[in-house]
């Protein structure tokens, strides 16, 4: 594939994967913010149902697992990719599928923080969703992360810098 052309095709995979993942992680926001006010302001009121202990317990542990597995997930899909042979724009395709389903598990951490804070009232959620931030700030993709993950050397690595570049 001409060189251009990758880097144009490199930049339209990479926007969509972007506007995607920005979605992702927006969503839960205004919910856990809304959960998060309601049990601390205590100016709100709702006749909420009263749930077993148990559920808040099952729903942490699948917050928890949740923020394991995404890491194990992503390194496990780009580990192969990192020193094959395929070629650029098949990397960059791998990274972007495994970034993709990597923030579908962040965005249900964030529904599953949100949900557990405003029925059981619990901090731990607050916490998990602390730890869901870090995971999300630590993994946004950037030409810097998918070269250091990948590890791209020479004219590839140039290539995908060229993604941020905007068109005139």
């Known amino acids: 594939m001409d060189r251009d052309l990758l880097i144009l095709k490199l930049k339209k995979d990479f926007r969509l994967l972007e506007t995607k993942v920005l979605l992702l992680i927006a969503v839960p926001l205004p919910l856990f913010s ?22 808040s317990h099952l729903i942490f542990a ?19 990719i990192r020193n094959s042979q395929a070629s650029l724009n098949e990397k ?12 579908w598990h962040l965005f ?9 804070l405003f029925f059981f009232d619990n901090q ?18 950037t030409p810097d992360r998918i070269i250091r993950i990948l590890k ?10 060229q993604i941020n570049q905007r068109e005139n």
């Not at 697992?65 to 992503?74: H, I, K, N, R, T």
């Not at 959620?125 to 993709?141: E, Q, W």
């Open 124 to 141: 731990v959620f607050t916490i998990a969703y602390a730890l869901n931030l870090i995971f999300i700030s630590l993994g946004k993709p």
């Open 108 to 116: 249900w951490v964030g529904i599953l923080s949100a949900t557990g």
């Open 62 to 80: 699948v917050v928890i697992s949740l923020l394991l597995f995404q890491y194990y997930a992503f390194q496990k899909k780009v580990g192969p």
């Open 34 to 55: 809304f959960a998060y006010l309601y049990t601390s302001s205590g100016n709100l009121q709702f006749d909420l149902p009263v749930f077993p202990q148990i559920f």
């Open 152 to 161: 791209l050397k020479k004219e590839e690595k140039e290539m995908v810098y």
């Open 92 to 103: 960059v395709m791998c990274y972007g599928k495994a970034t993709y389903a990597r923030y």
